[in-house]
Nanobody, 124 residues
Framework: VQLQASGGGLVQAGGSLKLSCAAS????????MGWFRQAPGREREFVAS????????LYADSVKGRFTISRDNAKNTVYLLMNSLKPEDTAVYYC??????????????????WGQGTQVTVSS
């Protein structure tokens, strides 16, 4: 499975960005997907996960109510809409896929496939 993340950039605090992650080479529509992020000097942390059908989602407390994860199985793409961005959201954002499994999951060890990351920078 190959994952290609895009959509990062520089935005002012309070602004919005929408990340995309295009998947190829696997059965995208039959597995859950996730987004993680890693800020400089910090460990990679969970952001959001979505079930295979899109019917179930899970968010980190730090982004709940501001970020929305969604997917389009016809396009093999998962999205992360980020609203009300804060400087502390600045990080490299990664999309990830597990080897199998339809349900949401929050731990990085549950994911085998990772995109290359896209930088999100929020200025104050």
């Amino acid at each position: 499975v190959q994952l290609q993340a895009s959509g990062g950039g520089l935005v002012q605090a309070g602004g919005s960005l929408k990340l995309s992650c295009a998947a190829s080479g696997g059965t995208f529509s039959s597995v859950a997907m996730g987004w993680f992020r890693q800020a400089p000097g910090r460990e990679r942390e969970f952001v959001a996960s979505i079930s295979w059908s899109g019917g179930s989602t899970l968010y980190a407390d730090s982004v709940k109510g501001r970020f929305t994860i969604s997917r389009d199985n016809a396009k093999n793409t998962v999205y992360l809409l980020m609203n009300s961005l804060k400087p502390e959201d600045t990080a490299v954002y990664y999309c990830a896929a597990p080897p199998s499994g339809i349900g949401v999951r929050r731990f990085s060890f549950e994911y085998d496939y990772w995109g290359q990351g896209t930088q999100v920078t929020v200025s104050s």
